[in-house]
């Protein structure tokens, strides 16, 4: 599966971690941080966003200290669905009954192992459907 990635500074380690640790279960397209040089978010959560927007990727992974800024960025974009997760069941559900098209993490409030746990409940879970397809309708303006 192609993943886009982005992070800013506070959550460079963790992307770096995870490309690793998933090197061969996932394709990553990393459109950076690529130092822990202090940077802005919104530069690296709208590049993600547009494309996963576009349908260039179906998933993307956003990294930052807390996750907000990146996700507030992300949500801008019509059709995604950007979820910030800090334990596996949050990002199960999200991909259940959010259908969730792009993962949160919080890099300042996580481990490393616990984010690999909850990439791992992200990408292997399926959206439901159902009653919970019109309720995702109804998020774009
Ligand atoms: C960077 O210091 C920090 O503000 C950023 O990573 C993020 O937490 C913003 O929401």
């Given at each position: 599966?192609?993943?886009?990635?982005?992070s800013d500074h506070a959550g460079y380690e963790m992307?770096?971690?995870?490309?690793t640790?998933?090197?061969?279960?996932?394709?990553?397209?990393d459109v950076g941080a690529y130092s822990a040089?202090?940077?802005?978010?919104?530069d690296f959560a709208h590049p993600v966003a547009a494309a996963v927007a576009e349908g260039k990727f179906a998933k993307g992974v956003l990294i930052c200290g807390t996750g907000n800024g990146v996700a507030m960025t992300a949500n801008k974009h019509n059709g995604v669905r950007a979820a910030l997760?800090?334990?596996?069941?949050?990002a199960k559900l999200a991909?259940?009954?959010?259908?969730?098209n792009i993962i949160v993490l919080p890099a300042r409030f996580i481990s490393n192992e616990l984010a690999?746990?909850?990439?791992?409940?992200f990408f292997k879970t399926e959206f439901e459907g159902g009653r919970h397809a019109r309720r995702i309708g109804k998020i774009n303006l």
């Open positions: 599966m192609k993943i886009i990635i982005g992307k770096e971690y995870l490309k640790r998933f090197a061969t279960e996932y394709d990553w397209h040089e202090s940077v802005d978010y919104p997760c800090w334990n596996a069941e949050i991909r259940q009954h959010n259908d969730a690999a746990e909850i990439i791992e409940a």
